[in-house]
Structure formats: C-alpha cells, structure tokens
C-alpha cells in the first residue's frame, strides 16, 4: 500500500443531485478541510448510464483503482449525513478487519397498491445476514444494534471501502449482479457484498453513523 493516500468520494448521479445530499456533501467537505487530519483527496462524480447503476458503480471503482486512493467513499445522491459522517466510518474502519464499513441507512418496499391509487410502504434498515442452506440475503430480525455489527450485506448508499478489498474481487465484476439460491436476480449493492463474502472480506455497519434517505411514499389518513 506504499502511496496510497486519503479518500476519494464517489457518487452516481443522472445530471441532477437532492438538495439534502448537496447540502451533507458541502457540509462533509467542510468539515474534513477543518479537521486536524484532512482525509478527503478527490470527488469523482460518475453519470448515470441507460447500461444501468452496476455498470456506472464498476466504471466508479475502475477510475478509483486507476489511481492512489486508499479509500472509496460511495454516497448516494438522494441520502443525507452529518458533517462527520466520514470521519466517523475512517475511525470505525481498518484496512484489515473491518475494510468495508457502511452507515445506517433505510430502504423502503413496497406492498400492495390500495382502493385510492396509493401503495402501501414498509421501511427496513438495509442490514443482512445470509441463509446459508438457501444462498440468499434476509432481512435483519429484532431491533437495530447501536454500534459496529457484522452483516451479510449492506447497500452501497453510505458506503466506505478500503482499495484492498477491491483488489480481492475479480477485476471489472464488483456490482455486476449475482443470481441467488431461489433464483432470483440480487440488487448490485448486495450482489457487491455477496462478492466479498466469497472472498473473505467481511462487510460491517456502524449503526451510530445516521443518514437520512430521501424517498417518495403514501401517507394514508383514516380507516
């Protein structure tokens, strides 16, 4: 790792970015120039491609790779962090324990649409473990934890990785999309972290580290 240095954020966007996420993303900056030990080396946004979000998520890592990051901070363009997210994740993160470490983030599902062209939505933090016997991800069970915890798979929306763990997977594959155990094609993000597993990376989450996602539900007053 002779050279490496610091860390490069990376983000996918389609020409435009949420306000929240500008606004974190400034504020992340700022105080990263501010801070006795100023990490951050580069910002490389990528635009989004009609090859899909795996293909743009690849050609992110392969222009990461190319250079002397030691670290890819990947954020999402319709997330929201606190000023220290990073620095938070870098001092949660080791090259050799813990070289992939996400933030807390939620996703939402969606269930079946109702009588008012509304569609109900679910909310889950986007922790999973693995059923072995069945090769696929599951969903995490019982209540989120307040720290470090190791997880199957995490999404890429808030997501630190150290260039080794990069190194491990077969170059040019990282986000392509894996087919589980039921036969069902597996989102990039954990197609990502189904990659690592194989190759004995583990993938942590700091559930201290809060985001927020911005997304568009129903709101369903009544009965």
Partial sequence: ?????????????????????????????????QSETPMVVGVMPVRFRPAGIAHVRNQAVAEFLAGDGEWLWFVDTDMGFRPDALHQLLATADPRERPVVGALCYGVVEGEPDDMGGVATRVFPTLHGRAEDAQVFTEWEGPVPSGLVRVAGTGAACLLVHRSALDRVEYGSWFDPVIDGAGNLVGEDLSFCWRLGSVGVPVHVDCAVPTVHQKSVWLRGGV
């Fill in 1 to 33: 790792m002779t050279g490496m240095r610091g860390v490069v954020v990376s983000y996918v966007h389609p020409g435009w970015v949420q306000h929240t996420f500008m606004q974190s993303l400034m504020l992340a900056l700022s105080h990263d120039r």
